[in-house]
Structure formats: C-alpha cells, structure tokens
C-alpha cells in the first residue's frame, strides 16, 4: 500500500493550506495526519474513522479540518490561520485493524 501526499509548501503566518492523500488501497479504519519536527516525537494532529468520527489535537482545534473520502481512499486536512508551531512534516497515515501505512511526508514551513 502506498500513500500519496501533496500539499505542503511555505505560508506566512495566518494563511492556510490544504494537504491531500490518496492511498493505492481502500478500506482503512482511520486516516489520519501526523506531525513531526526534529528532536521530538510523531504527534497525532488528526484523525477520521470510516464512520466519520473525528480526532483533533487540542493545539489545532477550530483552525483545522480534517475530511475523507472513503470512495477514493483519500484524506484531506484544511489548515487555517496557521502559526508559526505548526512548521513540520506532516504525514498522512491509514490503519486497518493490525496494519498500518504511512505516506513520505509533505514539509510545511510557516514563516514570514
């Protein structure tokens, strides 16, 4: 299984980007984006269930979107009023019940 994501680039504090993910395979449980920068741990910035629960992290309520469609096996994260904290790399992330994919990850850089 192999996960596609694109998206990623360099904002100015206060704008917004969309990150997209396709997966080669359908049928994941949950999909989801993650997080990480240098010296510190993969953080779970959000998820979505086949059923459409949804999973925010404290640091990115009411700024991002998380959305999927299940027909094309894609995730999508809009991300608004972007901060300076939330420069990473993001990766997408799909789960079966004992699988796990994740994508190569897409750099986003919020800077002025």
């Known amino acids: 299984v192999q996960l596609q994501a694109s998206g990623g680039g360099l904002v100015q504090p206060g704008g917004s980007l969309r990150l997209s993910c396709t997966a080669s395979d359908r049928i994941f449980s949950i999909m989801g984006w993650y997080r990480q920068t240098p010296g510190r741990q993969r953080e779970r910035v959000a998820t979505?269930?086949?059923?459409?629960?949804?999973y925010y992290a404290d640091s990115v309520k009411g700024r991002f979107t998380i959305s999927r469609d299940n027909a094309q096996s894609s995730v999508y994260l809009q991300m608004n009023d972007l901060q300076r904290e939330d420069t990473a790399k993001y990766y997408c992330n799909a789960q079966r019940p004992v699988e796990t994919y994740w994508g190569q990850g897409t750099q986003v850089t919020v800077s002025s």
């Open positions: 979505i269930t086949r059923g459409g629960n949804i």
